[in-house]
């Protein structure tokens, strides 16, 4: 009952507020969502880079991006990991916090789209937390759950490549996340078309 008074009078930052207040509108803008992380843990695994795009009226609107590279040296360095990728990035370059304030001015209340986007919405959580906000308040859709529904399978996995083949989407070199943000856009596109839904 304490913690429940505490966080209703808890001051949030303002950008958590702004966030929070772009909700009082539904969105018609998807953002795909793609996160390069250290590992699938995320209790103990960090953020590396967020690619995104937008998708409004089934058009993806290339303009309408955003990257950025998270500046992990100290996990980088204390799990005896190379931070080259880090260094060589020409992509802006942000502190954890940073980088999470941006995402969230990016996304506003658009819905989430990826592959497997739930993990990633679970990385961000767990930096929101330990930042003093709320969860996440966007909805979200996965392009792997939208694949097994069309199929009526879901006892199987299907990787971003998996699904690259199966609706024959061009091959980029995929050398970033906006890379796999932009392949998981038409993607999107596909299966939203043979979903049948707006």
Do not use: W
């Given at each position: 009952m304490l913690d429940w008074i505490k966080n209703i009078n808890k001051e949030y930052p303002e950008f958590w507020k702004s966030y929070i207040a772009k909700f009082e509108t539904k969105s018609s803008r998807y953002v795909i969502l793609s996160t390069e992380t250290t590992g699938l843990n995320p209790k103990k695994d960090v953020i590396l880079s967020f690619g995104a795009i937008a998708v409004v009226n089934?058009?993806?609107?290339?303009?309408?991006?955003?990257?950025?590279?998270?500046?992990?040296?100290?996990?980088?360095?204390?799990?005896?990991?190379?931070?080259e990728f880090l260094i060589e990035s020409k992509l802006p370059k942000?502190?954890?916090?940073?980088?999470?304030?941006?995402?969230?001015?990016?996304?506003?209340?658009?819905?989430?789209?990826?592959?497997?986007?739930?993990?990633d919405?679970?990385?961000?959580?767990?930096?929101?937390?330990?930042?003093?906000?709320?969860?996440?308040?966007?909805?979200?859709?996965d392009i792997e759950i939208m694949?097994?529904?069309?199929?009526?399978?879901?006892?199987?996995?299907?990787?971003?490549?998996?699904?690259?083949?199966?609706?024959?989407?061009?091959?980029?070199?995929?050398?970033?996340?906006?890379?796999?943000?932009?392949?998981?856009a038409l993607l999107f596109l596909k299966l939203k078309s043979k979903l049948g839904f707006k």
């Open positions: 089934d058009i993806i609107r290339i303009g309408d991006n955003f990257e950025v590279v998270i500046l992990q040296y100290k996990y980088l360095h204390d799990h005896g990991l190379s931070n942000f502190a954890e916090y940073p980088a999470i304030q941006a995402l969230l001015d990016y996304i506003g209340n658009a819905v989430l789209v990826g592959h497997r986007i739930h993990f919405i679970e990385m961000i959580n767990d930096v929101l937390e330990k930042m003093e906000c709320g969860k996440l308040k966007n909805e979200a859709l694949h097994q529904k069309l199929l009526d399978i879901t006892s199987k996995s299907f990787s971003l490549e998996d699904l690259i083949k199966h609706y024959k989407v061009p091959l980029n070199d995929r050398n970033s996340a906006s890379d796999d943000a932009y392949s998981i």
